[in-house]
């Protein structure tokens, strides 16, 4: 089973931020957060990953909570190409750990 | 640098038929996974192979489902014979570092069982 829980939907309006939570309070302390999306008819894309601090890439940036049971992945000025489904995962990045995906979050950006 | 490529992306079969799906990796990943996915659910792990070797394949019917990845690059997932139910769409991601990496997944194909 998916050890986080994640929103079923969310909207967001084209140009605002989206912040994308994700509760993972039973997570262990070698265990990332990473998150991937999937666009329709797409397979899953990375967006981006971490540990323990704050990460920001191109994409998206990522802010994890000091106690670690939360994370929110924030796309600064969504546009409409965002609109897909957002997976949070948590996973050991160590040999033979494999990424479990939940059904993830359907964020649709609207004009 | 090219993704990770698969074929064909889409395949409608009739039940009880046979059916074969094709995954090439990125360059120089020698881990390669097959997932299966549901309409409105995340990708479930089929099979990791570590270069040719099949080293998580729990989650994969064997008695209908099968996967080689010969010489440890190309990989095949079969099924044979294809039932209504198998109807989903099959993605292939590949990562370095023994699957501790990024995953990085195909465009996936999507098969209907008639």
């Known amino acids: 089973d998916a050890k986080t829980t994640q929103p079923t939907s969310m909207d967001c309006a084209e140009g605002r931020a989206a912040n994308l939570p994700c509760n993972h309070s039973?997570?262990?302390?070698?265990?990332?957060v990473y998150w991937y999306r999937q666009i329709h008819s797409q397979g899953p894309q990375y967006i981006i990953h971490?540990?323990?601090n704050n990460e920001t890439n191109e994409m998206a940036s990522l802010i994890i909570t000091e106690d670690r049971k939360s994370s929110t992945l924030i796309l600064p000025h969504a546009t409409l190409r965002d609109t897909a489904v957002y997976y949070c995962?948590?996973?050991?990045?160590?040999?033979?750990?494999?990424?479990?995906f939940g059904p993830g979050t359907r964020l649709s950006v609207l004009p | 640098e090219a993704g990770v490529v698969q074929s064909p992306r889409y395949k409608i079969i009739e039940k009880k038929q046979p059916v074969a799906f094709w995954c090439n990796p990125i360059?120089?990943?020698?881990?390669l996974y097959w997932y299966l996915q549901n309409l409105g659910q995340g990708p479930e792990l089929l099979i990791r192979?570590?270069?040719?070797?099949?080293?998580?394949d729990s989650q994969l019917p064997k008695d209908r489902f099968s996967a080689e990845r010969l010489k440890g690059v190309d990989s095949t997932l079969k099924i044979q014979p294809a039932e209504l139910g198998d109807s989903a769409v099959y993605l292939c991601?590949?990562?370095?570092?023994?699957?501790?990496?990024?995953?990085?997944f195909g465009p996936g194909t999507r098969l209907t069982v008639l």
């Open positions: 192979y570590e270069n040719e070797e099949a080293v998580d």
């Open positions: 360059s120089g990943h020698n881990t």
């Open positions: 039973t997570i262990s302390g070698n265990e990332y």
């Open positions: 971490g540990l323990k």
């Open positions: 991601a590949s990562s370095q570092g023994q699957g501790a990496g990024t995953q990085y």
């Open positions: 995962i948590v996973r050991v990045v160590d040999y033979g750990q494999n990424f479990v």
